[in-house]
């Protein structure tokens, strides 16, 4: 797949997500449903917003894919990898519409992450079968540990762009920038629907950034964040896993660093104030940030870096040993925990934790 046709599908998957995610928010506004009001005390959106961005996301997705493989003569040769995360995306996306609907238990969503992650790993034989040589003592092979190691990991990665989502833009930014810095990095966007998942996430972006006016808005919702969650780490373990990308594990962390290290530092704080890791608190670093700087500026701040980030990582891949990598990142790590928990940035309590 050239350039060319990339960008030839980006635009049809756009349209695609720009037609759908109109036609379901004006559903949602014209029958009350799938809509989020706002209050004083937990979020910051001035009006009643459709929640429908992630329902947007995957039926423009499944609409342009179609077109795609229509016009290749490919709906015989869908890759299994393709499939079975098509069939976990929709699977997910309403289960947890339900959560939007009517907020479930903390045990309830960890144990639909866990199970939809097992399926993918049952269906498509693929896990986190090696770390690479992170510590430069040799290549870490995981063993019988790869598959609990995986589950683990899908599931915290959801997690944390399900936590990041706090303002506009932010966590489908997040993880357009990562699924970006995959595909290009390893090659995966050349030879998957992988750019039709971006251009999706493209359209949403122009309703939830209020490109079409703040009367168009849209949010992702849970299901929307928990499946950009789940499309990010699946991409990065495919690719890192894979010989025929070759893209070190440790680099792929480098892509997700802002949201993995937000969702790290507030377990390991609301548990040490004796609160529940689900928690609703406004300790977020986006929240920090808004303390200093407008909605806008924290979102174009937090963006810049992510993509600093992963493209440093990829320098480091690139030109170092994989062990410097790991190094820097415990630095980098270091460094943004003295920012975010030390710093003077004060902490009100009162908002909501999405």
Sequence with gaps: ?????????????????????????????????????????????????????????????LISGKIYFDLNNLNDYVPDFTYQLTICSIALVFFFLIDDIKELKTSGRLFAQILLSSYMIYETGVSIETLGNLFGFGEINLGFLGIPFTIFCVVGIMNAFNMIDGINGLCAGCGMLALLLVGFSSGLIYDSTLILIIGSMIGFLLF???????????FLGDHGSNMIGFWVAWSCIYASQ????????????????????????????????????????????????????????????????SLVLGVFGIYLEKVFSIWISTMLFFMFTGFYFMFAYYSNFEISSSDKNV
């Design 1 to 61: 797949m050239t350039l060319t046709i990339i960008f030839d599908y980006l635009i049809i998957s756009i349209i695609a997500s720009i037609a759908i995610n109109t036609i379901l928010r004006n559903f949602a506004r014209n029958n009350n449903f799938l809509i989020d009001i706002p209050d004083r005390s937990r979020k910051f959106h001035k009006k009643a917003t459709p929640v429908t961005g992630g329902l947007g996301i995957i039926v423009a997705l």
């Design 242 to 305: 894979n010989k025929m990308y070759g893209i070190e594990p440790m680099t792929m962390i480098w892509f997700v660093a802002i949201p993995l290290l937000d969702c790290i530092g507030l377990l390991f704080t609301r548990i040490r104030r004796g609160l529940s890791w689900s928690t609703p608190g406004r300790d977020h670093i986006h929240h920090k940030l808004m303390n200093k700087f407008s909605q806008e500026w924290t979102l174009m701040i937090i963006l810049i870096i």
């Design 208 to 218: 939830n950034l209020s490109m079409f006016g703040e009367k168009r808005g849209v």
